[in-house]
């Protein structure tokens, strides 16, 4: 059975930190793109950052740029997302997307696979 499971999520305050990972299991996916979505209360889920199979290319919504930075280790089949200087405007679930197509279709629809989600809370 195929398994996105996030986690790192947490409250945290406006200016600091926070790590989420995205741990999959029950195949490979290596040859995958992978990405962060976030759904903030009462919003429709957004795109946040997605990075190619072999981690060369990565793309980010522009409103985290320059503050999140997402990586990917293939032989751990984990992603990863950095986020630093976080606003409040940054709460909300965030959740890990993979699938076989290129950044461009996997910030446009989303991934195959989807995790449950991570809460993220960011405190004025």
């Known amino acids: 059975q195929v398994q996105l499971v996030e986690s790192g999520g947490g409250l945290v305050q406006a200016g600091g930190s926070l790590r989420l990972s995205c741990a999959a299991s029950g195949r490979s996916f290596s040859g995958h793109a992978m990405g962060w979505s976030r759904q903030a209360p009462g919003k429709e889920r957004e795109f946040v950052a997605v990075?190619?199979?072999?981690?060369?290319?990565?793309d980010y919504a522009d409103s985290v740029k320059g503050r999140f930075t997402i990586s990917r280790d293939n032989a751990k089949n984990t992603v990863y997302l950095q986020m630093n200087s976080l606003k409040p405007e940054d709460t909300g679930v965030y959740y890990c997307t993979a699938g076989p197509i290129s950044n461009v279709m996997l910030r446009k629809r989303g991934g195959s696979y989807w995790g449950q989600g991570t809460q993220v809370t960011v405190s004025s």
């Open positions: 990075i190619s199979w072999n981690g060369a290319s990565t």
